[in-house]
């Protein structure tokens, strides 16, 4: 097997055994806790009759460990949930059922996933372009005017926060000149156009907050990798400016960029709250907030439990493209 391909199988199974390391603490957190576990998984609605039919179910009578192997089970294989006249297949992965909803806790998640994804995928891009080419601009033009108003500008982004750039670029952009809708959102599948256009103003909202973390975090970078012993031979050799910024000083200040890259993507999927309650978007976010407050255990279980699977998910795909963009992290 290349160094390569053992490299990522390595990563592939650390991030299985991640995975399961997060099922173990949420199942306890949630599932082993003094109280009415029964109760709270059912709901405050619930009559007594019911509440044993979820304890049953929840096979609270059972040792923890087979409580939490039957738990695991679900999500691997599938798992029958009985309704009171019927029994309900939850096929795999199977994270439980919503007792307050009778709606499976996965079917829940699909339907708010794909908003969720469509806003981090097109912030994601625009918060690299915006954050990475100011970076990189910054650090060119050290000590110049460019340099201080770039600098100025990114503080300001990390100072405000993301709701009040999304209630000035609403007000601005949809009230005052009119140029976009007030966002509403539009399935991909339905209209494309609409739905870019919709997401537009939300994009920048995510976007311009998060660029100025990845404006700051490059410039950094970028200034420690142009001072280092390799890039002024390349300058003694007669290397164009350009070049060594493009080519070599930004390949060698990737690695802190992926790795931030990462943990916004994977936090980002259930954590643009703020985002997705101010222009109306229907989220994963905004679902976890709703399940809270109505103490839908279930939901907010698996909502947990998907948000960390991106999470790892994301950094799995880091390390792989460390070790594309720096062979020497193979040997590691």
């Not at 978007?281 to 809270?292: D, T």
Request: some cysteine.
């Amino acid at each position: 097997m290349s160094g390569f391909a053992g490299f990522t199988l390595r990563r592939a199974v650390g991030a299985v055994v991640t995975l399961l390391a997060i099922s173990v603490i949420v199942y306890v957190v949630f599932y082993a806790t003094p109280g009415n576990v029964a109760q709270i998984t059912c709901g405050p609605r619930c009559s007594p009759e019911q509440v044993h039919q979820v304890a049953q179910q929840l096979r609270l009578d059972d040792p923890l460990y087979l409580r939490y192997w039957h738990f695991l089970q679900g999500i691997l294989v599938g798992q029958d949930y009985s309704t009171g006249t019927s029994v309900e297949h939850c096929s795999a992965p199977c994270l439980g059922l919503s007792y307050q909803s009778d709606q499976q806790v996965m079917q829940v998640i699909l339907t708010k996933l794909p908003v969720s994804l469509s806003l981090v995928f097109g912030a994601m891009v625009l918060w690299l372009l915006l954050g990475v080419g100011t970076g990189v601009l910054s650090a060119w033009r050290r000590g110049r005017f460019t340099e201080r108003a770039l600098t100025g500008v990114t503080l300001a982004g990390v100072a405000t926060p993301s709701f009040v750039i999304g209630l000035v670029l609403m007000i601005v952009v949809c009230g005052q000149l009119e140029l976009l809708p007030f966002p509403e959102y539009v399935s991909f599948s339905d209209d494309p156009e609409q739905w870019m256009w919709n997401l537009l103003l939300p994009w920048l909202t995510l976007a311009l907050s998060e660029a100025a973390y990845f404006a700051r975090m490059t410039r950094a970078s970028m200034l420690e990798t142009l001072a280092e012993d390799h890039i002024r031979t390349f300058r003694a050799y007669g290397v164009g400016e350009r070049s060594i910024v493009g080519r070599h000083a930004l390949r060698g200040a990737l690695a802190p960029i992926i790795a931030l890259n990462a943990n916004d993507f994977g936090a980002m999927v259930g954590g643009a709250v703020l985002t997705e309650t101010l222009f109306g978007l229907p989220g994963i976010g905004q679902e976890l907030v709703h399940a809270v407050n109505v103490v839908d255990l279930p939901v907010v279980v698996g909502m947990v439990l998907v948000i960390g699977f991106f999470v790892v998910l994301a950094n799995a795909v880091a390390d792989v493209l460390y070790a594309v963009a720096d062979r020497r992290v193979v040997l590691t």
